[in-house]
């Protein structure tokens, strides 16, 4: 455990270097973090050379895709990638197996990109609640799984979660997320510019509540995957974590659901 506590804190201190040095810093390194999990998935999920040059080429071409709004065409384009390597692998490897290559490489960058929409869009004041819920969420779930864990959530796809830890983390994130809205005000730098009211912390806990439900949710994906592929963890650069995949399963997950209630439900920006 304690191993875990001083990697989450030498990983905390690295990421507020990065998101306050500016959007560039932040764009470079959610490329890294893109491109280091497609290592790690690509890697787990085939041996195949081949087919992990088409899980890069179709990656990078989601990467570019969304950073200059052509998601539609690199969509279009990654498909007529796929096809291509489908008839050139054929006899080879199994065509559910590209498909499967295909759609992380897919899921990751897209996912991603919400990141820095959300920024752009909204402020860096929102872009932080991605991740206080996700990686609340894992925190408040192991403690509370460890010190409280009776009941086995889903013990096929991740047999050490519990139910005591699933409902602890979203009533942890729920107040976490009315406690951050708080602490901005106080701080001078209100979210959205206004003094909140009930209704901003109401809509701001639910957010934590729902977000950290769909963040336990792409956490057991992320397992459910690694069950299928045999491995344990992603990788080992995080030290009691496993790999960027492992850390950062959560955040893809919400990514795109924080951005769209914040931008049609909290009403903000």
């Not at 932040?26 to 280091?36: C, E, N």
């Not at 860096?124 to 086995?152: E, R, V």
Request: with cysteine.
């Amino acid at each position: 455990m304690l191993t875990r506590i001083i990697t989450s804190v030498v990983a905390l201190a690295v990421f507020f270097a990065v998101i306050f040095s500016g959007a560039v810093p932040l764009m470079i390194a959610i490329a890294i973090v893109i491109l280091a999990m497609l290592y790690e998935t690509l890697s787990a999920m085939t041996k195949s050379r081949a087919l992990k040059l088409c899980g890069y080429v179709s990656g990078i071409l989601m990467m570019a895709g969304t950073y200059f709004g052509m998601t539609e065409q690199a969509l279009a384009l990654t498909v007529l990638v796929t096809l291509f390597f489908l008839v050139f692998l054929h006899g080879k490897t199994d065509f559910k197996e590209v498909f499967a290559v295909v759609f992380m490489a897919v899921y990751i960058p897209l996912f991603m990109s919400y990141i820095p929409r959300l920024r752009m869009n909204l402020g860096l004041g929102y872009m932080a609640f991605i991740f206080i819920i996700a990686w609340g969420s894992d925190t408040f779930a192991y403690f509370c799984g460890t010190f409280f864990g009776k009941h086995k959530l889903i013990p096929k796809v991740s047999p050490k979660k519990t139910v005591e830890g699933s409902v602890g983390a979203l009533i942890s994130v729920m107040i976490l997320c009315m406690l951050y809205m708080f602490i901005m005000y106080k701080s001078g730098h209100p979210l959205g510019g206004v003094k909140p009211d009930m209704i901003s912390y109401i809509k701001t806990g639910a957010l934590g509540a729902v977000t950290a439900a769909v963040s336990q949710m792409g956490d057991l994906a992320a397992s459910a995957i690694k069950r299928d592929t045999g491995i344990k963890d992603y990788g080992k650069i995080f030290p009691g974590h496993g790999g960027f995949m492992d850390r950062f399963d959560s955040v893809i997950f919400i990514s795109p659901v924080v951005y769209y209630y914040c931008l049609h439900i909290l009403g903000i920006g």
